[in-house]
């Protein structure tokens, strides 16, 4: 007992301003907290069950959904093989992540989805316990080396299972789908660009180095939403005629626009992490009879990346958040599905809060969850270092 | 080791590559966009794909909305449908693509659409500058304002001073301040991209009028809680005929379109109703009807106008989606906007609804 | 240097028979692979460029439109006069200046409470560094453009202009923003206020240099006194210049023959303005608190504890000691972040005020044209970055300079 008085004591009561401060930091988080929690149980969330699937994958045809959940379901069996491979079993992580995520969970969850919810969590259970008790080292260099390589086949995999025989169109995908895909793939695709970007930068060709400035100067330059809304116009005038390419769907030009503005954010990143590596490692290097470019693979970047991954994943973490801009394009994201429903529903007329609060916690849970494992990242390699 | 890692390296790139092509060119096998080319016209690219693909709106209550099944429905939506039945003999071959207000001409433009019918109003330079051609008016509109009741404003010189909410990239910017500035009547813009924080602000009194077309008007209104709070003014500033849109030099479907709205006009002042459709065409009353419905009248020879569709394609439009009453009844008269002394109306009865004739 | 290297390189040519020889003297020398390597490299580029250029041909160009007349309206029109008359340079002007307004109050704003709450974060009260926690984790992880909606729905719950808050007449409160009471002049008032904000940048900076100078020559007049000196001359010269007659302005409400309600007089903060600001301020200071809290949890513990056995208080800690040795970190990521703030102003597209990206949309929505509109911002925010970068740059030099 006299252990809790000494506690608060310190931490709460320590001086006048102490005092003062803590009355007021106490009357502030009565304040909001009375607020929203008035705000949540007392008023009407029938639209949130009514438009479940709206909101979650937009106008998705029912018949192809299986498309969305294999989709998904790969994504989860690769994201916990690789988090499992790359920390371990670690039981308070795993259960503040998957609080976390139960609260999407609970309130999207139908009666028939149920199956595939379990399915969902028995596949990423299996794979995250299976894979952490390979303790071999060479089993688990196999094992990276595959989980890699499926990481890079996922895009065009992912295509492939979306519109394989005559998938729904790219106009009918919407909601949160959209959101993910296009971050997703913004990431995916924008980070060996952004690497590229980095080693032109800071290459000592001097053309290379001044065309790369250019490019990520003037992708910085401008806002991401007047990029978005200049490539719907301009884009379609660039892209060459084979493929019809110049007749893509907007989703994909929003796709093309983020990745090449991500890969801007992740050259000046990782610039900055290559700047960071001694000079001795390149002369070392050269002293071994490596060349430029094997230098690069083996010394210098990995070094340079394993620097920077935290700055790395808050810039996807920003990506994540800012495919709610695609709204400009007329892309039906779940922003704006979300503010379409009490405009266009009668019944739920005036409930633009409610469906506000909703969209932004489906956008929190996925960012907190990314910036938990940036924290864990910098933290292992403070630790490690 | 280093070598294998090389051949990995070069299988995983293949694997890559084969999967990139397999993906794009099973999307462009289902792809969406009217990828018509550049010098083919329309009709023949929609007779190849087999659908049709129409930019429409999807937040206008009674012209074009997403109901709750997930179905787009309206009046901009059925002459869509209509198209479809006349060229493809079947109205539910259609493809929607909502578009918004500033999106809708690049994406007509742009080949992603075939046609556009979405309430834009034809004007001198939408028609010139951007690339686009007018089809037959379908609903003669106006811009209006609509106010609060209990404002007492009645006319728009009473608006002197009034802060106005109106939706971006249309042409009720321009029409608002001309009616507005060169009378001398300040006033206040307040401009919105999309119409949900436009309308939340219009009723909590951030501004005084709510501007966009009168049709727009009726059907939000419709949507209030308390309609009878809101009120439009009598007063239109502009001239805003709606209809459908085609690309320019695209004069093979331009006819098409056009010719089947002048059908479902003509259907109406025959009297052909899609419940008796079928009975007109098998006993046509008049040469006339025959013609229509592309039917060969006593026992004569159908006409043919060679609009690259079947001779009988009004019969499927009729039959699937109605005459321009039917129409103009299941969609608009449920926001309160009556064709009875309108400019709506048939030409017989006063109105500008009035179908060259099918000869 | 070159030339010398070209002269080896051609004296090693001549000596070798074989053109095969030749050709792997060539091959290994690496001043040559490098040029070889550029070449086909620009080579590349400009056959890209060339072609994007040509594909451009097919769009609209020409910046001739932007002359005519607007045609439409603008809800804010600050420290120019726009009317629907005026050319379509001057709306986008307007947009520009609306731009700057709140990119520049919200970096102000955001620094301050990016500081506070970043000292909060690391405060010893539990409570209060939970609440900067919590502040961070929330607001951080939420897209900025909800929180944008959200502030303009909230503050469409004021009171409604006919039921607005007067408070004696003092102010106004009402979904239709804030009037507060303001000193205006009857002519070239904002002109005025323009010159006393350049004269104030221009006398700090004069001030800056004039203590180095005093640091070096140790009997010189107090360089405060000097600048004092020099503001106020500039501000009385520009006062009788421009005829400025001062006076403060009351808002007032009033309501016309028509019913409707006026505002007018003092200084308005719409509803839009505010909800932009608010949400680039705390979304912003959300990653300023950030960097604030990496930046003086990097500095030695030592100090800290040398500064309280000083007995130096913990005001007197923060802002003698830590803070400024903070600062030589906290400058670029800083800078950083302005610069998401002035892009991120472009959000308030979907709210009603008009910035510049706005503006332009309404030109090209009127006029097409959209790659030389899409030239046209980019030149803006490039311009705006290289301003704050400039700044910023000159702060940072300032800072490093101090100390080891």
């Known amino acids: ?385 | 080791m280093f070598y294998l890692r090389n051949k990995l390296v070069a299988v995983v790139v293949l694997l890559m590559a084969i999967f990139v092509f397999a993906a794009c060119t099973s999307e462009e096998e289902s792809s969406s966009g009217a990828s018509s080319s550049s010098s083919g016209s329309t009709l023949t690219t929609v007779l190849e794909r087999g659908q049709l693909v129409c930019g429409v709106n999807d937040n206008l209550t009674g012209f074009g909305v997403v109901n709750s099944s997930g179905q787009f429905e309206g009046f901009d939506i059925d002459y869509c449908k209509a198209v479809a039945a006349a060229i493809l003999g079947d109205s539910s071959k259609v493809e929607y693509v909502p578009l918004t207000a500033s999106a809708r001409f690049e994406a007509l433009a742009a080949n992603e659409i075939d046609m556009l019918i979405r309430n834009t109003t034809w004007t001198a330079s939408r028609d010139r500058d951007l690339g686009n051609d007018f089809t037959v008016t379908t609903f003669y509109d106006g811009q209006g304002m609509m106010v609060k009741a209990s404002s007492g404003y009645d006319s728009i010189e009473s608006m002197s001073g009034a802060t106005v909410c109106v939706l971006q990239g249309t042409t009720t910017e321009l029409n608002l301040d001309d009616r507005f500035a060169s009378n001398g009547i300040p006033y206040t813009p307040l401009t919105f991209e999309t119409n949900d924080p436009l309308q939340a602000a219009y009723e909590e009194g951030r501004c005084d009028g709510w501007t966009t077309d009168k049709s727009g008007l009726a059907s939000k209104r419709a949507g209030f809680s308390n309609p009878s709070d809101h009120v439009v003014l009598a007063e239109t500033l502009s001239k805003e005929p709606l209809g459908p849109l085609t690309r320019d030099n695209d004069s093979e479907f331009y006819d098409v379109v056009q010719w089947v709205v002048f059908g479902m006009m003509q259907a109406e002042e025959s009297g052909i109703t899609s419940s008796n459709v079928a009975s007109m065409a098998s006993n046509p009353t008049d040469p006339g009807m025959a013609r229509l419905l592309g039917v060969g009248f006593d026992g004569g020879e159908p006409s043919d106008f060679s609009f690259g569709i079947p001779v009988d394609f009004m019969q499927a439009v009729i039959s699937q989606v109605g005459n321009y009453g039917e129409v103009y009844d299941r969609h608009l008269v449920p926001l309160g906007l009556t064709r009875e002394g309108s400019l709506n109306a048939q030409w017989t009865d006063g109105g500008l609804i009035y179908a060259p004739p099918f000869r | 240097m070159y030339l010398h290297m070209f002269l080896s390189l051609f004296q090693q040519l001549k000596s070798e028979e074989s053109i095969g020889k030749k050709l792997e003297v060539l091959f290994y020398d690496r001043s040559f692979r490098k040029l070889m390597v550029q070449l086909v490299f620009s080579i590349l580029m400009i056959v890209f460029f060339f072609y994007l250029i040509a594909r451009a041909f097919s769009l609209e160009l020409g910046f001739g439109h932007l002359g005519s007349r607007a045609g439409f309206g603008i809800s804010h029109a600050f420290l120019i006069e726009y009317t629907s008359n005026d050319s379509r340079w001057q709306a986008y002007f307007v947009g520009i200046i609306n731009t700057i307004r709140v990119s520049f109050i919200g970096i102000l704003l955001a620094t301050v409470l990016g500081v506070l709450m970043g000292l909060a974060r690391l405060s010893k009260n539990f409570l209060i560094s939970r609440i900067s926690a919590g502040y961070v984790e929330f607001i951080r992880n939420t897209p900025l453009l909800i929180q944008i909606i959200f502030w303009q729905l909230v503050l469409l719950q004021l009171p409604k202009i006919s039921d607005a808050l007067t408070f004696g007449g003092f102010s106004v409160w009402s979904n239709r923003g804030i009037l507060l009471p303001f000193i205006n002049s009857i002519e070239n008032g904002s002109l005025w206020f323009l010159i006393l904000l350049i004269g104030l940048i221009v006398t700090l900076f004069a001030r800056s240099y004039l203590s180095k100078y005093r640091e070096e020559n140790v009997n010189f007049f107090s360089p405060n006194l000097i600048s004092l000196v020099f503001f106020l001359t500039i501000a009385l010269i520009s006062y009788f210049l421009l005829g400025i007659n001062l006076y403060v302005d009351v808002p007032s409400l009033k309501v016309n023959e028509y019913g409707t309600y006026i505002q007018s007089g003092g200084f308005l903060l719409s509803p839009e303005f505010s909800a932009i600001l608010f949400a680039l301020v705390l979304y912003t200071g959300t990653f300023i608190t950030e960097i604030v809290r990496g930046s003086i949890q990097s500095l030695p513990k030592g100090q800290t504890e040398a500064a309280q056995a000083l007995g130096l208080s913990s005001y007197q800690r923060i802002t003698l000691i830590i803070l400024p040795q903070a600062l030589r970190s906290i400058i670029p990521p800083l800078t950083n972040q302005y610069l998401n703030l002035t892009k991120n102003s472009s959000l308030s597209v979907a709210i009603a005020y008009p910035d510049v990206f706005m503006v332009s949309r309404t030109i090209m929505n009127n006029a097409g044209h959209a790659l030389p509109m899409l030239f046209l911002i980019l030149i803006t925010f490039l311009g705006l970055s290289l301003f704050i970068s400039i700044f910023m740059n000159f702060l940072n030099r300032r800072v490093t300079r101090i100390g080891a």
């Open chain 1, 1 to 385: 007992m006299t252990q809790v008085i000494n506690w608060v004591k310190d931490n709460l009561l320590a001086s006048k301003l102490d005092i003062f401060l803590t009355i007021f930091g106490a009357c502030f988080i009565y304040f909001i907290c009375s607020m929203f929690f008035t705000f949540v149980f007392t008023s009407d969330w029938t639209l949130i069950e009514v438009n479940r699937k709206i909101l979650l994958v937009g106008l998705f045809p029912e018949e192809d959904l299986w498309r969305i959940w294999t989709v998904f379901f790969l994504f989860s069996i690769l994201l916990s093989s690789t988090i499992s491979l790359v920390y371990g079993f670690q039981i308070k992580t795993s259960i503040f992540y998957v609080s976390i995520l139960l609260i999407p969970f609970l309130i999207f969850t139908t009666t028939n989805m149920i199956f595939h919810v379990l399915f969902l969590i028995v596949l990423s259970l299996l794979s995250y316990i299976s894979i952490s008790y390979i303790k071999k080292t060479s089993y688990k260099v196999i094992l990276s080396r595959i989980i890699i390589t499926s990481w890079v086949i996922f895009i065009p995999f992912l295509f492939f299972i979306l519109v394989l025989g005559g998938g729904p169109k790219v106009t009918l995908w919407g909601g949160f789908f959209v959101n993910l895909i296009l971050a997703v793939i913004a990431i995916l695709a924008g980070f060996p660009l952004g690497v590229i970007f980095a080693l032109g930068r800071a290459s000592s060709y001097k053309t290379i180095n001044l065309v790369s400035v250019l490019f990520i100067e003037t992708f910085r330059g401008a806002p991401l939403i007047a990029w978005l809304f200049f490539a719907w116009f301009v884009l379609p005038n660039f892209l060459p005629d084979l493929f019809s390419l110049n007749d893509i769907n907007l989703v994909i030009r929003a796709m093309i626009v983020l990745s090449l503005f991500s890969s801007a954010y992740v050259a000046e990143v990782v610039r900055g992490g290559l700047q960071s590596i001694p000079k001795g490692q390149k002369e070392a290097a050269t002293a071994l009879g490596l060349n430029t470019y094997l230098e690069l693979i083996f010394i210098t970047l990995p070094q340079a990346i394993r620097i920077v991954i935290p700055t790395i994943v808050s810039t996807f973490i920003a990506i994540f958040k800012d495919t709610s801009l695609v709204f400009i394009l007329g892309i039906t994201d779940l922003l704006r599905i979300g503010r379409l429903i009490p405009e266009q529903q009668q019944e739920f007329y005036g409930k633009s809060i409610e469906v506000l609060l909703i969209v932004a916690m489906l956008f929190w849970v996925v960012s907190i969850i990314l910036s938990q494992i940036s924290r864990s990242i910098e933290r292992r390699l403070n630790v490690s270092q």
